[in-house]
C-alpha cells in the first residue's frame, strides 16, 4: 500500500539533523508541499547529493546520504548521484577545521572512477543518474562567478565555525576554500534539483548558498534534507578512516558483522535510523522496547547487524555472517579460559602487540594485520594504524588459535 505524503515525510525526515528545531519544521514542510506538487503533476522529484573523491574506498560513514537517495528512489523519485571532480579540486572545508590537501587530478580521476559502482551496493542503478560537476564548472566564466559571489559576504564565511576556529588559532584561510560553498549552489541550480541531501555540516553550502544561488538565477530553491553524523565504531567520533573507528564499504560479511556487534550499545539508535531499512514504526518500538527492558540489547545489535550485512552482501551472507559470529563468540569456538591482559590508554595496536609478546616484531605485527591475522571481537582488523581506543572488555585473536581477553584502563 502506498505511503501517503504525511507518512513519506515522516520517512524522509528520519535521522535528519538541522541544530535548530524551527528549521527543521520548515524544511519538512517545503519537503511536504515538493512531494504533494510531484504527485499532483505525476512526475518525479530530481534529488541530488555530492560526493568528492578525495579517496577511493568509501565506508559506511559516506553511505548515509545515500540511503537517503534509496530511501526516495523507493517512493518513486529519480536520484543524481554527482561525482565533485571539480569541487574537490578546492576540497569542502565544512567539516574540517583545517585546510583540505589539494589533490592532483589523476587522483581525483582515479578515486571518482570507484565511486558509483560502490555506491550501486545501495542505490537503484535504473533510478540512478551519475553526472559530474566539471561539465558546468570548468565552464562558468570569471563574470559569471564574480555575479555569484556578489550574494555573499566575507562576514557569513569568517563566522562559520570551522573557519572562526582556525582565524583564532592563527591559522590561515584561504580564499579558494570560499568559492567551494558558491560552487554547491551552482550544482544544484545546473541539475534543477529539487531536494539536495547532504550531512548536517552542510548546513551552510546548502540552506544558504545553494537556495540563494538558486533564487538570484530565477529558478526554485531545493529542499535541504540533512542527515546526521554517522559515529565511529567507538560511538563517539565521527567515522573516520584516519582514526582507525571505520567501517569500510568493502569489508567482508564477516568482517562488517563483527565490526557493527562491536559497537556500544549507546550507538545503536543512531546506526538504526541511519543506515537500516527499517520504517520509522520499526525503530521507534526497538528503541522503547531497550529502554524498557523489554529485549536484551545483544539481541537487537544481532538484528541490527545483520541488517548492515544484508544491505551490502545479501541476505545469505548476512545469515553465513551471523552463523560465524555465534559459532566463534557464543558457542565453543571460543576457548573457554584464555590469558587476560590489561590495555591502558590508548596504545597503536602493532606497538601493543610487539610490547606484550603477540607478535616477536611491530613488522610482524603489521604482516599479521595485513594478512588478516588478526581480529578484535570477531571483526578482521585490516588498519595497520589502528589504536586499541577500547570503550568495553574484548577479544583479541592472533592467527587462529591465540585469544586474549583485553580489559581497559583509562589512563
Request: glycine share 8%; with cysteine; proline share 3%.
Amino acid at each position: 500500500m502506498p505511503l501517503s505524503i504525511d507518512e513519506q515525510v515522516t520517512l524522509l525526515m528520519q535521522g535528519t539533523e538541522y541544530g535548530d528545531a524551527q528549521v527543521q519544521r520548515a524544511m519538512a514542510e517545503e519537503l511536504r508541499e515538493r512531494l504533494g506538487l510531484a504527485a499532483r503533476e505525476r512526475r518525479p522529484l530530481r534529488i541530488y547529493c555530492g560526493y568528492d573523491p578525495t579517496t577511493a574506498d568509501l565506508h559506511l560513514g559516506h553511505t548515509v546520504t545515500m540511503r537517503k537517495l534509496r530511501q526516495f528512489q523507493d517512493l518513486g523519485h529519480q536520484a543524481i548521484f554527482l561525482i565533485g571532480d571539480y569541487t574537490a579540486r578546492v576540497g569542502d572545508p565544512s567539516d574540517k577545521d583545517k585546510l583540505r590537501p589539494q589533490l592532483s587530478q589523476a587522483q581525483i580521476e582515479a578515486n571518482g572512477r570507484t565511486y558509483a559502482e560502490q555506491a550501486y551496493r545501495i542505490l537503484d542503478r535504473e533510478r540512478t543518474e551519475v553526472r559530474h560537476n566539471s561539465e558546468w564548472l570548468s565552464t562558468l566564466t570569471f563574470a559569471e562567478m564574480i555575479r555569484l559571489a556578489s550574494n555573499f559576504t566575507l562576514q557569513q564565511f569568517v563566522t562559520r565555525d570551522n573557519f572562526r576556529l582556525r582565524w583564532e588559532r592563527g591559522d590561515a584561510v584561504y580564499l579558494h576554500e570560499t568559492f567551494y560553498a558558491v560552487m554547491q549552489g551552482y550544482d544544484a541550480y545546473s541539475l534543477q534539483a529539487d531536494v539536495q541531501v547532504g550531512g548536517s555540516e552542510q548546513l551552510f553550502n546548502i540552506l544558504t548558498a545553494a537556495r540563494k544561488v538558486m533564487e538570484y538565477l530565477g529558478a526554485r530553491p531545493n529542499v535541504g534534507v540533512l542527515t546526521g553524523i554517522l559515529p565511529g565504531t567507538d560511538g563517539v567520533v565521527r567515522m573516520s578512516k584516519s582514526l582507525g573507528n571505520h567501517i569500510p564499504l568493502l569489508a567482508g560479511a564477516d568482517d562488517m558483522y563483527g565490526k557493527v556487534m562491536s559497537l556500544p550499545d549507546t550507538a545503536m539508535p543512531v546506526y538504526m535510523r541511519l543506515l537500516s531499512r527499517w520504517s520509522p514504526g520499526e525503530i521507534q518500538r526497538l528503541e522503547a522496547d531497550l529502554a524498557g527492558g523489554g529485549v536484551h540489547p545483544r539481541d537487537v545489535k544481532m538484528s541490527l547487524a545483520r541488517e548492515v550485512v544484508s544491505i551490502f552482501h545479501g541476505e545469505a551472507s548476512a545469515e553465513l555472517a551471523e552463523d560465524a559470529f555465534r559459532r566463534v563468540f557464543q558457542q565453543s569456538d571460543l576457548p573457554e579460559s584464555m590469558t587476560e591482559m590489561v590495555v591502558e590508554g590508548s596504545p597503536r595496536l602493532v606497538d601493543w602487540m610487539a610490547e606484550n609478546g603477540l607478535a616477536r616484531s611491530r613488522s610482524e605485527a603489521r604482516r599479521l594485520i595485513e594478512q588478516g591475522g588478526v581480529k578484535l571481537d570477531g571483526a578482521g582488523v585490516g588498519d595497520t594504524d589502528v589504536t586499541l581506543d577500547l570503550t568495553h572488555d574484548a577479544v583479541l585473536q592472533v592467527g587462529k588459535r591465540r585469544f586474549v581477553r583485553l580489559t581497559r584502563i583509562a589512563r
